[in-house]
């Protein structure tokens, strides 16, 4: 993927899909639409946590307990990464004048999110013993829950943002807004979808403990 983009073309047919650069990290107007698509594809992780159970319970739990200012961290955490990301990809890859390059880009992202990942969970999720913050336990059962799909799914989520922020960066600034509007409006009420518990595991029956004779205890 360099030159600008990945285009699928036919007989000459102009380009279907263009991934635009977002690698520049000052600029403003990219930083809005990343924060644009991590709302985005945060409204998709609610719908398919609250009707498909993508992420187990305690997905589900974070958003029921946290809200709309659970989600608000989630976007400020991806608009972090992005940024981090961003600047690697411009000091590093960007000033030898190559072509902007989606892959480059996305390989610095899933880059710093695994670092972050690793590090909170052992400098932060580890150290806090159970009890000490709600949010933490959450993620420490989210990752007990799920494993390395934890990690997987992370790092799916960041990918789709960034191709997602690609995409929509090529859009008109009132697509923008009413985008973000559409989303501030469908987010609470995807919230709202009442999430199905698994029943609970009956406990095994009692084993039957065998009478002892009595005459053993004279």
Known sequence: MEGGGFSSTGGGSSSLIHLSNIGK????????????AGFFTTFLAI?????????????????EFFGLEGILS??????????????FYTTMYGTY???????IFICFLVGVQVVYDLAFYYGVVNVLTKGQNTIVDIIRAYVNENKLGALGGHTVFMVLTALVAMI?????????????GTLAFLIPYALSIRHT??????PPPPKEEKMEDARGFY
């Open 47 to 63: 719908v398919s946590a609250r009707i498909g159970g993508l992420g187990g319970l305690s997905l589900n739990m974070y958003f």
């Open 25 to 36: 990290y000052e600029s403003i107007d990219d930083f809005a639409t990343i924060l644009n």
């Open 168 to 180: 929509l960066s090529e859009s008109s600034d009132l697509s923008k807004y009413v985008l973000f």
């Open 74 to 87: 989630c976007v400020m955490l991806i608009a972090i990464l992005f940024q981090i990301a961003r600047y």
């Open 197 to 202: 518990k698994p029943a609970p595991v009956a």
């Open 97 to 103: 004048e190559r072509a902007w390059s989606p892959f």
